[in-house]
């Protein structure tokens, strides 16, 4: 089987971090979260993640020359493929993203829009919780895990992070609109748009995918 190289997009709290992580133990493909880099460059307290922490407490996007640095040093040729969650999320990140796979000689199989309500989104950003662990996603009502607040996976603490409270939400879904949203129509003109409905159960939202997944391969 040949590798599997995807983005995913989708407003904050569709749900592409736990997708990402059901994509990967189907099709042991790694899953590279600009998010998860950044937080844990947070976690080392150094200059620079003082400098992030800043931006994403906001809710706002990091700058892109940053953020395309930062992606450039961790996709390494893997290949098994990649799952990108959370990158690009700006027009520059995309073409950026592109200039990096026609150096490397790889196409991307498809970018998967997850597409759900508003309400929706607040309500599962407001009970979301992740391990400080091995930052597995729950959720206090829809995925809550055995014990509250510890991680089924590996013992770890819950947490809830800092920008998902009420307000720093609303600026995301406000910076996705501005400037996320038009990758729909980037990737819609290079034919690879896939749009999937995130507002069901992850399962459901999963089985979609694998139908996105494996025609793309079958298609190859
Ligand atoms: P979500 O998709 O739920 O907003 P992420 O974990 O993907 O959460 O991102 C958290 C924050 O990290 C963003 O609000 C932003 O500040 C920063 N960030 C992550 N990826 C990018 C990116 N590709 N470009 C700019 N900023 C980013």
Do not use: W
């Not at 937080?39 to 994403?56: A, C, P």
């Not at 990096?100 to 309500?117: H, Q, T, V, W, Y």
């Amino acid at each position: 089987m040949g590798a599997v190289n995807l983005v995913l997009f989708g407003a904050p709290g569709v749900g592409k971090g736990t997708l990402a992580e059901m994509i990967k133990s189907e099709y042991g493909v790694p899953h590279i979260s600009t998010g998860d880099m950044f937080r844990e460059l947070v976690k080392e307290g150094t200059e620079v993640g003082r400098m992030l922490s800043k931006y994403m407490n906001e809710g706002k996007l990091v700058p892109d020359d940053i953020v395309i640095g930062v992606l450039r040093d961790n996709m390494k040729d893997d290949e098994k493929g990649f799952i990108l969650d959370g990158f690009p999320r700006t027009r520059k990140q995309a073409e950026a993203l592109q200039t990096i796979l026609d150096g490397k000689r790889i196409s991307l199989d498809a970018a998967i829009n997850f597409e759900a309500p508003v309400e929706v989104l607040t309500e599962r950003l407001s009970g979301r919780r992740q391990c400080r662990g091995c930052r597995a996603i729950y959720h206090i009502k829809n995925m809550p895990p055995k014990e509250p607040g510890i991680c089924d996976i590996c013992g770890g603490a819950l947490y809830q992070r800092d920008d998902d409270r009420r307000d720093v939400v609303m600026v995301r879904l406000k910076v996705y609109e501005e400037e996320t949203a038009e990758l729909i129509d980037y990737y819609r003109r290079k034919d690879l748009l896939k749009s999937v409905d995130a507002s069901n159960d992850p399962e459901t939202t999963f089985k979609e995918v694998k139908e996105v997944i494996n025609s793309q391969r079958n298609a190859q």
